[in-house]
């Protein structure tokens, strides 16, 4: 009988940009259920750019940490989260915690959990690189989080065999595919079925640049933590090189708000004639520009996620990868920070018309975008 099902508390917590798309679609799918009283905590880690995420995916957080301050170093995030949370958990006391993924938050989130013996369940569980350094400090914190969850959701079964290597016990890992499919998805349809949503989302990218038909788009996106300094100056002057070899290319560089980083791009390039500088741009935007783009550079997890399906083929600008689906699959392709390798490699693409129809066959190794129903179906059967 209804009256006897106890109704359980599910809180989701999370802080950063790609967190809160990787986690919308489930927080959707959760608070469909009448069994389950969710909850979102976020600790703002990020704040325009997170909240730029709630708006898309009408998502009110119940609690809000608000830790972002400029600039601030790896010890702020992780003790302001901690302690936030210890009053956030003493007050609310939920059955589970979701938490995502490899960021700091992420990591704070499931000790504070662990400190009240509350359960953890580990969305995008299993990725690795081997090395804690690259990347830093998301590797050890995805590990950390792995140690303190009680289930791990694995987008692949690249990333379960990481965790059965950890003797992570198989009965609590489910291999789901990657949320972030589920965002995309939801996403591309509404883009689809309104035709208003599309002019919207034109004009907003329009008032940052003049998007026209007959410029092809080199899209970037850069931020990793351990590409700053001298990485991030080659980056940039390698961009430089291609936008000057290639006056018929639009670089469209929605750059991130972390001062590490707007400050050599604005430096190095910003009288660029056909490098436009624009602000982070919301998912809708960012996705109907990365469907426009001819390909993509980047240093983020997520965009190398989405890409494949998109048939957009990445230059990836990181050393290593905690995500050699994309990679084996010819779609993704390494390049590091290496000025020479940036330049041969985005000059190949636009060149060789060989390569560029290997590297943009569509291809999806990280699911069919019904990851969020499987994890509900999962925490159905053991809560
Ligand atoms: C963080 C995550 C990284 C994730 C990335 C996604 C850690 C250690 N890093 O890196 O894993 O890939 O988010 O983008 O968890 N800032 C703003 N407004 C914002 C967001 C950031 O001004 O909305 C500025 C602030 O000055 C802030 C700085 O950026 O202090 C750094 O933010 P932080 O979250 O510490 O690092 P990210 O590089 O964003
Ligand atoms: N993204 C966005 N607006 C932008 C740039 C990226 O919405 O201007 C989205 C992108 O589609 C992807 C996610 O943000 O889903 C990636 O975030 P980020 O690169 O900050 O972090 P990472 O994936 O490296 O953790």
Redesign the pocket.
């Known amino acids: 009988m209804s009256e006897n099902i106890k109704i359980k508390k599910v809180m989701f917590a999370f802080g950063?940009?790609?967190e809160a798309?990787?986690m919308a679609p489930l927080i959707k799918a959760f608070r469909e259920e009448k069994n389950f009283k969710t909850s979102v905590c976020v600790s703002a880690q990020h704040r325009e750019?997170l909240d730029?995420?709630l708006n898309i995916f009408d998502i009110k957080p119940d609690f809000d940490l608000n830790i972002m301050k400029p600039d601030q170093d790896l010890f702020d995030v992780t003790t302001k989260v901690l302690v936030g949370m210890k009053k956030v958990l003493n007050d609310y006391n939920p059955d589970i915690i979701f938490v995502h993924?490899?960021?700091t938050t992420t990591c704070a989130c499931s000790l504070a959990a662990f400190y009240k013996k509350i359960k953890v369940a580990h969305i995008e569980a299993g990725l690795r690189t081997g090395n804690i350094y690259s990347p830093w400090p998301?590797e050890a914190n995805r590990k950390i989080t792995g140690v303190l969850a009680n289930y791990h959701f694995a987008p692949t079964s690249t990333s379960e065999n990481n965790l059965l290597r950890e003797n992570i016990n198989k009965e609590n890992i489910l291999v789901t595919g990657n949320t972030?499919i589920d965002?995309?998805f939801l996403v591309l349809e509404k883009i689809e079925k309104s035709s208003s949503l599309k002019n919207r989302i034109i004009r907003t990218i329009s008032n940052q640049y003049e998007l026209t038909d007959d410029r092809k788009i080199i899209l970037v996106?850069g931020?990793?933590r351990e590409n700053f300094g001298h990485g991030f100056r080659n980056i940039c002057n390698a961009l430089k090189t291609i936008a000057e070899n290639n006056p018929d290319f639009d670089i469209v560089y929605?750059v991130?708000f972390n001062p590490n980083v707007q400050k050599p791009v604005k430096e190095i390039l910003s009288n660029c004639k056909n490098i436009h500088l624009i602000?982070?741009?919301?998912?809708e935007?960012?996705?109907y520009l990365?469907s426009r783009a001819f390909f993509i550079i980047?240093?983020?997890?997520?965009?190398?996620?989405?890409a494949p399906s998109l048939g957009k083929p990445v230059l990836v600008m990181r050393e290593s990868s905690e995500r050699p689906e994309a990679i084996q699959a010819g779609t993704v392709k390494l390049v590091g920070t290496d000025y020479l390798q940036i330049i041969e490699e985005s000059q190949k693409l636009i060149d060789d018309k060989n390569q560029y129809n290997k590297m943009s066959k569509a291809y999806n190794p990280y699911g069919d975008g019904k990851a969020s129903a499987k994890v509900l179906s999962f925490i159905k059967s053991i809560l």
Do not use: N, W
């Not at 602000?279 to 998912?283: A, E, K, Q, R, V």
């Not at 980047?298 to 989405?306: A, L, P």
């Open positions: 950063t940009r790609p798309i990787k750019m730029q995420v993924g490899d960021t998301e972030v965002a995309l996106t931020h990793r929605p991130h602000d982070p741009l919301s998912y935007c960012f996705i990365m980047t240093d983020s997890g997520g965009i190398q996620e989405e």
